[in-house]
């Protein structure tokens, strides 16, 4: 196993490339992720606590309202907070298949992309003047993808997380894993 950096590991073998990108943030941030989720929560409980204690009306309907907002991003800012303490983005190239998951406490939905269908795996292009961009890139949220390809005409972002040498260097090990395949694949 070679590590890229402190968060990012690959394990190659003879059959198949492994890559696990932790998704851990300083301690600081952590805590800073942590105490804004708490304090989330705390919000939503004295809002319903009054939203309870109202007598019907348009104030208890308006509240009760506000809440089911409020629990959507409850939902957000929870796997967010997940996500940066306990989530893994893990890829793996084995049989002609690159396989993506974002995995939370081992659980994730994992997308199979044959090799064969992959093209244009390249850096991901930003704008770094944009507002969408600098959103995407708070460690508040999951996203912050550097790498893409196309496959069967959809775009498909991945690695999350990644500094410009960590998916640089990344790139060049997932490009080495596909030429491997297609060699492989002419010779049979």
Known sequence: MERVSDRVSVNREADRTT????????????????AWTLAWLVCGVVLLVEAVRQPRGDLRQYLFVFLAFWTYFLVRVGRSALWRLK??????????????????????????????????????????????????????????????FSSMGRKVAFGKGLTDAEAARLLAILKHAQLRFRTRQRTA
């Not at 600081?28 to 992720?33: D, F, M, P, V």
């Open 19 to 34: 890559v696990v990108i932790s998704a851990r943030l300083s301690r600081g941030r952590e805590a800073l992720l942590v």
């Open 87 to 148: 989530g893994f983005e893990l890829w793996r190239v084995k049989d002609g298949v690159l396989t993506i998951k974002d995995s939370i406490l081992g659980y994730g939905k994992a997308t199979d992309h044959a090799l064969e269908n992959v093209q244009d795996l390249d850096l991901l292009e930003r704008d770094e003047r944009s507002w969408k961009w600098h959103l995407n890139e708070s460690f508040w949220v999951m996203g912050g993808e550097r790498l893409q």
